[in-house]
């Protein structure tokens, strides 16, 4: 069966600290994404990672996938209260029907 | 550029029925995917569809339905509702497909009673 996993599932964090949240997925797949949802809203697109060893930046957030490792990282940096949010990655199957694979998502807290 | 739309943005049905969701996405974009959303499930893919074809499909019930039409606004529709099927219903467009960025609307909220 296949599964992605993220963890933590929740995370309360200090502005100002750095943190990681990650994303194991059970099969093989070279293109992930990650989505950030506000209370109340739909998703918002970060990240497009299409294949091993892909890095990308943006602002306090910066996403990696290790293809052979099965495994994306979404790391803050220097956290601030805005990044508070539910952050998801989701795994293309592109091959499957299932298509895209989402882990349950990340609760993130981050306190003033 | 306008982002995806979605209607209605809330719903109230009760079993048995059936409803139709509508999605119009970005102008230019020819893939059109809806998801599930609820608190036990997460997020669920339910199918994609591209230029007028539908090219994936997930683990869902026959009673999910969907189109597309030539101006790459989508529908889906859901019959024979039951009270699992509250949710809020996402759709999202891109350019065409995997591996492109999505872009998602704001989300249709059914509830059944």
């Known amino acids: 069966e296949l599964k992605v996993e993220q963890n933590p599932l929740f995370l309360s964090m200090q502005e100002g600290k750095n943190y990681t949240i990650y994303c194991n997925y059970s099969t093989t797949s070279d293109r992930l994404y990650w989505y950030r949802q506000d209370p109340g809203k739909s998703l918002e697109s970060l990240f497009v990672l299409l294949s091993n060893g892909a890095v990308k930046q943006e602002g306090r957030l910066m996403a990696s996938l290790d293809t052979k490792a099965r495994l994306s990282t979404l790391h803050i940096t220097a956290a601030v209260h805005d990044l508070s949010a539910t952050y998801f990655c989701?795994?293309?199957?592109?091959?499957?029907?299932?298509?895209?694979?989402f882990g349950k998502g990340t609760r993130l807290h981050i306190l003033p | 550029k306008a982002g995806v739309t979605q209607t209605p943005r809330y719903l109230i049905k009760t079993r048995g029925q059936q409803v139709t969701l509508s999605c119009s996405p970005i102008?230019?974009?020819?893939?059109v995917s809806w998801y599930q959303q609820t608190p036990g499930q997460g997020l669920q893919f339910l199918f994609e569809?591209?230029?007028?074809?539908?090219?994936n499909k997930g683990n869902f019930p026959g009673r999910f339905s969907g189109r597309q039409f030539s101006n790459s606004r989508s529908e889906m529709n859901v019959s024979t509702l039951e009270l699992g099927d509250s949710a809020l219903y996402l759709c999202?467009?891109?350019?065409?497909?995997?591996?492109?960025?999505?872009?998602f609307g704001p989300g249709t909220r059914l509830t059944v009673t």
């Open positions: 102008s230019g974009h020819r893939s």
């Open positions: 569809y591209f230029s007028e074809t539908q090219r």
């Open positions: 999202a467009s891109s350019w065409s497909g995997g591996g492109y960025e999505q872009y």
């Open positions: 989701a795994v293309d199957m592109s091959n499957r029907d299932d298509k895209i694979i």
